[in-house]
């Protein structure tokens, strides 16, 4: 199974803060799972690719947005604390 996960914001400076908070998962999965983020001007690609259960895939998926929303709520209120 494989998913292509595209997230577009409204400036590269946010893209890139997203990016980097969510691509720690490209280092930690177990075997038969690969997950790839990275920044395309105003732009973050996932690229997911399973070889294990759906169950697995989707749990993959559902934590990658929740950890891109974590992130953008956690920028919108440090730019509400400025």
Same mark, same amino acid.
Request: hydrophobic letters at 40%; proline letters at 4%.
């Given at each position: 199974?494989?998913?292509?996960?595209?997230?577009?914001?409204?400036?590269?400076?946010?893209? @890139?803060?997203? &990016?980097?908070?969510?691509?720690? !998962?490209?280092?930690?999965?177990?075997?038969?799972? *690969?997950? /790839? =983020?990275?920044?395309?001007?105003?732009?973050?690609?996932?690229?997911?690719?399973?070889?294990? @259960?759906?169950? &697995?895939?989707?749990?993959?998926? !559902?934590?990658?947005?929740?950890?891109?929303?974590? *992130?953008? /709520? =956690?920028?919108?209120?440090?730019?509400?604390?400025?």
């Amino acid at each position: 199974m494989e998913a292509k996960i595209t997230l577009e914001y409204g400036d590269q400076k946010i893209a @890139k803060a997203i &990016t980097t908070a969510i691509s720690p !998962d490209n280092f930690k999965t177990p075997p038969g799972l *690969a997950v /790839k =983020t990275v920044r395309e001007n105003k732009e973050v690609a996932t690229h997911i690719q399973c070889e294990g @259960k759906f169950s &697995t895939f989707t749990a993959t998926i !559902d934590d990658l947005l929740f950890s891109a929303s974590i *992130a953008e /709520k =956690t920028l919108k209120t440090i730019n509400k604390v400025k």
